[in-house]
């Protein structure tokens, strides 16, 4: 069964007396249980508002979301609170969805604590058993995150959406801010928390290679539409669309363009 | 062997802070010929920004101490009274730095900032100047950006006009430093073709500052490897990226994810992180993170190769056996 279904979805900007700004223009999908959907495309293509649009954060103008077959805009309160749950976003700017004032054991506490996810007493269990799972070694607890790396914020904030339970995330270019070889690290702990979990991810990025590393499935996304929409290494490895031509040439691959290199050379 | 445009020896830039002495930047010699591409490549926090800051004492002068020598054009800035370095700032060496926005003056027109690069040219002439320099960017309507305030402008646009300021005083070497990073791949190649086609008309050299290796294999012809305020490698970018000395080279090489790879292969990354700069290793710097380290590379730091080869490592592990 699919875990979300999204039906011709719009999100539209109108400010008074401008044209309206049409950011998602009909973009329909559906996600199965434990199966990862990479979004790729250009800033100012709608990917943004579609993933804040999945959560909540932004309201769709038209279209409809059901998860786990149920209309999200027909939710009870406490049904679209449990989406909201069950529903988590990472941004790009790990240290800054941070509270830079809060070291961060308050802050995996506080989420455990707000929305009740364990007895009090089983705080310290929980935040020490998430920290094992995103790979981060107890000593950074007692840190405020401009004390540790992008690459552990990253993590802590992955921590932070395991603490809810969640069953899809969201994560919005998680680690084009990020050295590579932290990217390298925070992308494998993506692979794995899905393997282990179960998780259904959608990763947005710009990213083409990454997107093929991770997802089984990709969109490309473009003017608010998705253009094409397949198998990752299909839709990567044999283009039809134009714009993801375009896409595909100006990634820097490091092989390509060394085999262009080599070959110009001799 | 022509004289070259920038030739970096053994500079070193040293901080004084609570007492105690860092060493950012070690011992890094590098050159650049005319018209030359070179990047320099390293995660965050190897020196790569330092080291072209130092190019042109952009460091935090009262508490660095920079040693070495930096010869630009057959001058050692690190020598030159400040009058003669504000000379050799935007005339002979520009920068372009990571992010646009922060670099520009949200409170002045684009055409206001760049006609502070253009003090040569009497005030009536500056308009026409900065239109002129837009429109070699590649800039949709320049007389309506040039009026434009930066936050009217989108992060490739801007970096466009960065590119305008840094070429204003027709620079012999432009210095990018991760200069598309917040930009997407599309602006991106676009802003890397604009520099390239920029240079080849100025026959300007570019030394890029970079933490992407494609951007390096696509696009440079020379490429100097960073790590721990060390060069570890060097060489001729087929030679480096093609067939790597060094582990760290490697390293980086193996983590960054590629269009033909396979799926679900896990990505190769490379242990721990960079030392900081107060706890440099006493042996070879990249040893606590590397797998092939023995007591040696713990112990001593390995010199660079220095054979007749253009393509150096400091690694003991490729170094002929002397003993």
Redesign the interface.
Same mark, same amino acid.
């Given at each position: 069964m699919s875990l979300l279904t999204v039906q011709d979805l719009h999100v539209t900007y109108r400010t008074p007396g401008q044209p309206p700004v049409r950011a998602v223009r009909g973009v329909s999908f559906s996600l199965a249980a434990g199966a990862s959907l990479g979004i790729v495309g250009?800033?100012g293509c709608g990917k943004s508002s579609l993933a804040r649009a999945l959560i909540g954060l932004q309201p769709a103008s038209a279209g409809t979301l059901t998860f786990e077959g149920r209309a999200v805009d027909r939710l009870s309160r406490q049904g679209f609170r449990d989406y909201r749950r069950a529903v988590q976003m990472v941004f790009q700017d790990a240290t800054g969805s941070l509270n830079p004032r809060m070291t961060v054991r308050q802050t995996l506490h506080e989420v455990l604590r707000v929305h009740r996810m364990r007895p009090a007493a089983a705080i310290p269990q929980r935040v020490d058993e998430l920290l094992d799972l995103v790979g981060l070694p107890t000593t950074v607890l007692d840190a405020f995150p401009r004390e540790i790396?992008g690459g552990q914020c990253q993590r802590v904030s992955f921590a932070r959406c395991l603490a809810l339970e969640p069953r899809l995330i969201i994560a919005d270019e998680p680690v084009s801010a990020l050295? $590579?070889?932290?990217?390298? @690290?925070i992308?494998?702990l993506v692979?794995s928390l899905q393997q282990r979990l179960g998780l259904s991810i959608i990763l947005i990025s710009?990213?083409?290679? $990454?997107v @093929?590393?991770i997802c089984d499935r990709v969109a490309v996304m473009h003017d608010g539409v998705f253009v094409e929409t397949g198998i990752?290494?299909d839709v990567?490895d044999v283009p039809r669309h134009a714009y993801t031509r375009?896409?595909?040439?100006? $990634?820097?691959?490091?092989? @390509?363009?060394?085999q262009s290199?080599?070959k110009a050379?001799r | 062997m022509p004289h070259p445009l920038l030739q970096v020896d053994h500079l070193s830039v040293t901080f004084r802070r609570d007492g105690m002495l860092t060493t950012p930047v070690r011992d890094v010699s590098l050159t650049v010929q005319a018209g030359e591409r070179v990047a320099v490549v390293g995660e965050s926090g190897c020196g790569k920004s330092l080291t072209a800051l130092s190019l042109t004492r952009l460091s935090p002068t009262d508490r660095a101490r920079l040693q070495g020598r930096v010869l630009f054009d057959g001058t050692d800035t690190l020598a030159l009274s400040p009058d003669a370095l504000t000379r050799v700032r935007g005339r002979g060496i520009a920068y372009v730095f990571q992010d646009p926005s922060a670099s520009l003056n949200p409170v002045m027109r684009v055409q206001d900032q760049i006609a502070e690069c253009l003090p040569d040219l009497p005030r009536a002439a500056h308009r026409d100047a900065c239109v002129e320099l837009l429109t070699r960017t590649g800039l949709p309507d320049p007389a309506r950006a040039a009026r434009a305030f930066p936050c009217e402008l989108s992060g490739g646009q801007q970096q466009r006009v960065m590119l305008a300021m840094a070429l204003a005083a027709r620079p012999k070497l432009l210095v990018a430093d991760e200069p598309t990073t917040a930009l997407d791949v599309t602006t991106q190649q676009q802003v890397l073709d604009l520099i390239d086609t920029l240079a080849d008309a100025d026959g300007m050299a570019v030394l890029l500052i970079t933490h992407n290796l494609g951007l390096v294999a696509g696009r440079m012809t020379r490429v100097y490897v960073m790590y721990a305020g060390q060069v570890v490698e060097s060489g001729a970018v087929t030679d480096v990226l093609s067939n790597p000395r060094h582990p760290y080279t490697r390293g980086l090489l193996a983590a960054v994810p590629m269009l033909d790879a396979p799926r679900n292969a896990p990505l190769q990354d490379i242990p721990g992180t960079v030392p900081s700069p107060d706890a440099w290793p006493a042996g070879c710097a990249f040893a606590p993170r590397c797998a092939q380290a023995d007591a040696r590379c713990h112990a001593e730091q390995p010199p660079e190769t220095d054979d007749a080869d253009s393509h150096r490592s400091r690694c003991w592990h490729t170094q002929p056996c002397h003993s």
């Open positions: 250009e800033s790396s050295d $590579v070889s932290v990217q390298a @690290r992308l494998n692979r710009h990213d083409l290679a $990454v @093929r590393n990752a290494a990567l375009t896409l595909l040439e100006a $990634v820097p691959d490091v092989g @390509r363009a060394l290199k080599l050379e | -």
